[in-house]
């Protein structure tokens, strides 16, 4: 049964930082692409950034650019979303989920099939 579970959440002061990791089980990890998106009270989905199976190219949203880096580690069937200069509109639940829309390549939430429980990111002093 394929499973994404997500985990490093909490709470830290603005300008600091999280690695939120997101375990794959029940499928080769590499064979999909892997987005983080995040969701705030009140507010829609977004994506966050994505890590795609073809050639390991990356996207990230534009107010994440710069502060957020996606990596993956095959071995591990583990992605990470390394988030540095954090502040407090970065604060949300976080889900990670795998899409087999291998030839799209985009940070849309509807193009994602396979979706984390999702984990808490509060950023606040």
């Known amino acids: 049964q394929l499973q994404l579970v997500e985990s490093g959440g909490g709470l830290v002061q603005p300008g600091g930082s999280l690695r939120l990791s997101c375990a794959a089980s029940?499928?080769?990890?590499?064979?999909?692409?892997i987005g983080w998106f995040r969701q705030a009270p009140g507010k829609e989905r977004e994506g966050v950034s994505c890590?795609?199976?073809?050639?390991?190219?990356?996207l990230y949203a534009d107010d994440v650019k710069d502060r957020f880096t996606i990596s993956r580690d095959n071995a591990k069937h583990t992605v990470y979303l390394h988030m540095n200069s954090l502040k407090p509109e970065d604060t949300a639940t976080y889900y990670c989920?795998?899409?087999?829309?291998?030839?799209?390549?985009?940070?849309?939430?509807?193009?994602?099939?396979?979706w984390g429980q999702g984990i808490q990111v509060t950023v606040s002093s």
């Open positions: 989920a795998a899409s087999r829309n291998l030839l799209v390549h985009t940070l849309a939430p509807l193009w994602y099939d396979y």
């Open positions: 029940g499928f080769n990890l590499d064979s999909y692409n």
């Open positions: 890590i795609f199976s073809s050639d390991g190219s990356t």
